[in-house]
């Protein structure tokens, strides 16, 4: 597609179920990134893909969360048991190896 | 790993001054320099960026500088405008590694009309 699709948009759900977020990204690019802003804050990097190589997890705030790229192409971000805490906007990205990023729109989770 | 700083942290400025926003790095092996500029509740999109091969890049009202010496980097928007508004995020990554990119924290610019 022309940009980067994210899906949700929106996801509200209780605390301690699943959400699996979803990540399309722009056909070509290699690298993709998953970053989480809360409200009002700056970027928190996640995870980094890069092609076939490992990912980069270092990012994760905890094993309650992970994420795999299948076929280098679409991403799936996976929160277990979600807390209250991990509401935010999930905001994947993907690029060009030393180009900048282009965003998607995100996801907006909210834990009740 | 490298760390960016960007201050200031908020900047209101009225409609026709200039707006200034300023990073610094600290690896020196950094260089690839976005901004990203973010509207409330969409996503930050890309509107410039400088490569360590150049001092300076201009695109209309918008100009970055880069001091690698230094380690720091600016944004500067000239005859700002209403539309200017959000959020700004400078970055920093090396060429060919994206995955060491890191964000300032961002900047609030408000222009007022």
């Known amino acids: 597609g022309a940009g980067v699709s994210q899906s949700p948009s929106n996801k509200v759900t209780e605390k301690g179920k699943d959400v699996e977020l979803r990540c399309d990204p722009i056909?070509?690019?290699?690298?993709l990134y998953w970053y989480r802003q809360s409200l009002g804050q700056g970027l928190e990097f996640l995870i980094y893909?890069?092609?076939?190589?490992?990912?980069?997890k270092s990012g994760l705030p905890s094993d309650r969360f992970s994420a795999e790229r299948t076929g280098g192409s679409v991403s799936t971000l996976t929160i277990q048991r979600t807390q209250q805490e991990d509401s935010a906007v999930y905001l994947c990205?993907?690029?060009?190896?030393?180009?900048?990023?282009?965003f998607g729109s995100g996801t907006r989770l909210t834990v009740v | 790993g490298e760390n960016v700083e960007q201050h200031p942290s908020t900047l209101s400025v009225q409609e026709g001054d200039s707006a200034v926003i300023k990073c610094t790095y600290s690896?020196?092996?950094?260089?690839?320099f976005p901004w990203y500029k973010q509207e409330l509740g969409k996503r930050p999109q890309l509107i410039i960026d400088i490569r360590s091969n150049v001092g300076e890049k201009k695109d209309q009202r918008i100009a970055v500088t880069l001091n690698k010496t230094a380690k720091h980097f600016s944004l500067h928007i000239t005859e700002t405008q209403p539309e200017d508004s959000a959020v700004y995020f400078c970055?920093?990554?090396?060429?060919?590694?994206?995955?060491?990119?890191?964000f300032g924290a961002g900047t609030r610019l408000t222009v007022k009309p």
């Open positions: 893909f890069q092609g076939n190589s490992a990912p980069d």
């Open positions: 690896d020196s092996a950094s260089n690839y």
């Open positions: 970055a920093a990554s090396s060429r060919y590694n994206n995955n060491d990119m890191r």
């Open positions: 990205a993907s690029s060009r190896t030393g180009y900048g990023y282009t």
């Open positions: 056909s070509g690019h290699t690298a």
